[in-house]
């Protein structure tokens, strides 16, 4: 059931042309607009790919929605609802951020390109469950469209070194762009990794917790049989 | 002219769910006897989409195994069943016992709590007291959004079917099937979004039924429907009767009522 989900989630996504456009043309046009500066180019990139994966994780989410309750009335276990819708969006992340790691390659002389692409990676897999933790607190497209505008922009804004970044989900892209970039030690690279861990983590889980509070049906018993009259 | 009259009758047999060799036999027939009769056929027959609505309704497939009717045991049993929103009170003591066998129709004013009472029944939605029993098999056909717009029939059957445990082939053969005794032969590559509001609500009643639930619920589910089509869902309602199923569907229409078993009449708030 779970490869059904996942393979119906993609042709659904694949069909949505424009949406798809733009999701391949944000992080293509953070990317161009800090293209002189090697580090700044790749950090915008890599949030791009982030922002553009939520959204499009927030708004495969809310559009099935209730297709999902439907299904799960009729016997679908919610996980597998959510599993398999996040099976396919981390496939097209993958594929987006391996689209944009070629670019990188052809187009920089990175430090450590091989980090480039554990960051854009990392940064898909935090992307698609937070997009789906935003769709199940805010299942409209609008407000939760919002809330990721707020937290990507202050993702942006935030002084990596403050305590708020590090309270922001993608702290990790930054750290993990200092070690691709800049002549670092790996300790860039580590608290990069702990951070990603621990925030994956608590998207998966609340998105997991999120799915089965919204999705799971009543639990009505059978009815009783009737006495039998003699 | 003559020719084009022919395809065309062929083509709207095929649309309104006549397989394709047998929209062929009946197109030849038709051609057959105009000549016989030595008159266009739009003379003898009349309009091709008229003629094809007639003729396709009597070519439709028989509904799956159609059974002497019996009258089985409780599929739904509602006890004082009540729903509030916060202040409102939507439900107030609903009661009913649907049997394997019967078919039950909700009816009410706009505002009565009518799919409120389905959502419950279905378990999308939690009684705020009374009793809900009901055995576990259930085809569920709410109103609303219960397809998605970016997916084709057969990938509906597939998705629908795989909740059931089906295989992809019978999930999409069996999809097929039904969709034809409600007059609809699903286009390949056609998605839900593309289809007229009728049809996209066949698709919705064809993933209600898809597993031979043993309780199949219904909420409006004749919306956009032609003449034709209204007439096979109530045909397919009283077959899945027949063959043991309880049905319970939400209706306003009052005009179909003298047939089945249970009317139950909900009333909202501001009329108790």
């Known amino acids: 059931m779970l490869w059904t989900i996942a393979g119906t989630s993609l042709r659904e996504t694949g069909r949505r042309r424009a949406a798809l456009l733009l999701v391949v043309a944000l992080p293509l046009a953070f990317y161009a607009a800090r293209s002189d500066m090697q580090g700044q180019a790749i950090r915008f990139l890599a949030i ?23 299904l799960a009335v009729v016997g679908t276990s919610p996980t597998a609802l959510l599993i398999g819708r996040q099976l396919a969006l981390i496939g097209m992340g993958l594929a987006l951020a391996a689209g944009y790691f070629g670019l990188v390659a052809l187009t920089q002389d990175v430090n450590r390109l091989w980090a480039v692409g554990l960051l854009l990676g990392t940064t898909v897999l935090i992307a698609a469950p937070l997009g789906a933790v935003v769709s199940l607190v805010l299942p409209r497209e609008l407000e939760g469209a919002l809330a990721l505008l707020a937290v990507m922009a202050t993702q942006m804004i935030a002084d990596p070194e403050g305590a708020l970044a590090k309270t922001l989900p993608l702290w990790s892209t930054r750290e993990l762009t200092g070690y691709a970039v800049d002549p670092v030690g790996s300790e860039y690279l580590w608290d990069g990794l702990a951070h990603f861990a621990v925030v994956a983590l608590v998207c998966a889980g609340a998105a997991w917790i999120a799915a089965v509070v919204r999705l799971r049906p009543q639990a009505l018993p059978e009815p009783e049989p009737e006495p039998v009259v003699l | 002219m003559t020719d084009q009259w ?68 409780v599929v739904l049993r509602l006890t004082g069943v009540t729903k509030r929103y916060r202040r409102r009170e939507v439900l107030r003591g609903v009661d009913l016992t649907l049997r394997a066998g019967e078919v039950a129709a909700v009816v009410g004013a706009n505002g009565s709590g009518k799919s409120t009472l389905l959502d419950i029944c279905a378990g999308a939605s939690k009684a705020t007291s009374g009793l809900v029993e009901r055995t576990a098999r259930i085809g569920y056909a709410p109103q609303q959004h219960g397809t998605a717009p970016y997916l084709t029939a057969d990938e509906h059957f597939r998705l629908f079917g795989g909740a059931h445990g089906m295989g992809a082939k019978r999930a999409v053969a069996t999809g097929t099937h039904l969709a034809a005794g409600l007059g609809w ?22 993933l209600g039924e898809l597993h031979r639930p043993d309780l199949i619920l219904l909420d409006e589910p004749y919306q956009g429907f032609d003449q034709d089509s209204y007439l096979d869902l109530w045909s397919q309602v009283y077959a899945w009767r027949d063959a043991g199923a309880g049905v319970l569907v939400v209706t306003h229409l009052l005009h179909d009522l003298d047939r089945v078993d249970h009317v139950l009449e909900l009333k909202g708030a501001e009329d108790r």
């Open chain 2, 185 to 206: 032969r699903p286009r390949a590559g056609t998605v839900a979004a593309q289809l007229s509001g009728g049809t996209r609500q066949k698709l919705n009643v064809v």
């Open chain 1, 48 to 70: 791009g790919v982030g922002w553009a994966v939520a959204t499009l994780a927030l708004f495969s989410h809310v559009g099935a929605r209730h297709l999902d309750r439907r």
């Open chain 2, 6 to 73: 022919h395809e065309s009758f062929a083509r709207l047999l095929v649309e309104r769910g006549v397989a394709p060799g047998e929209a062929r036999r009946l197109a030849a027939d038709s051609r057959d006897e105009a000549r016989a009769a030595g008159l266009p056929p739009a003379e003898l027959f009349g309009p091709a989409a008229a003629y094809a609505a007639g003729i396709a309704r009597a070519a439709r497939p028989a509904p799956l195994a159609a059974l002497p009717r019996a009258r089985g045991p």
